[in-house]
């Protein structure tokens, strides 16, 4: 089973940028689809970004494609998500997960479709 921790999350001004990273241990992300989710206080979860595959292939809705980019680093064993161009409305906790590759996309854009989730980490855009 694997395990993911985030980390990288805090306060930045509106416009500023943050990277967040998604450590994983256990088994290695590259055998995984990864993906990022945030919840907004009083909103559901949302979907992010996801990647998957070697070379690895990703996937962003169009929302969030401008602003957000997710990679991946094998050798560290993490996934990223590199947050540019913030504003107060992507204050979320914002959390990774988990799924097998034999999931497909259309279920790897709803939460239910991931079996392992990290704990979230806090990001606060002031205004």
């Known amino acids: 089973q694997v395990q993911l921790v985030e980390s990288g999350g805090g306060l930045v001004q509106a416009g500023g940028s943050l990277r967040l990273s998604c450590a994983a241990s256990?088994?290695?992300?590259?055998?995984?689809?990864v993906g990022w989710f945030r919840q907004a206080p009083g909103k559901e979860r949302e979907f992010v970004a996801l990647?998957?595959?070697?070379?690895?292939?990703?996937y962003t809705p169009a929302s969030m494609k401008v602003r957000f980019t997710i990679s991946r680093d094998n050798s560290k064993n993490t996934v990223y998500l590199q947050m540019n161009s913030l504003n107060p409305e992507d204050t979320a906790v914002y959390y990774c997960?988990?799924?097998?590759?034999?999931?497909?996309?259309?279920?790897?854009?709803?939460?239910?479709?991931?079996?392992?989730w990290g704990q979230g980490t806090q990001v606060t855009v002031s205004s």
């Open positions: 256990g088994r290695s992300v590259s055998n995984y689809s």
């Open positions: 997960a988990a799924a097998s590759v034999q999931v497909p996309l259309s279920r790897l854009v709803r939460q239910s479709g991931y079996d392992y």
């Open positions: 990647i998957n595959g070697s070379p690895p292939s990703t």
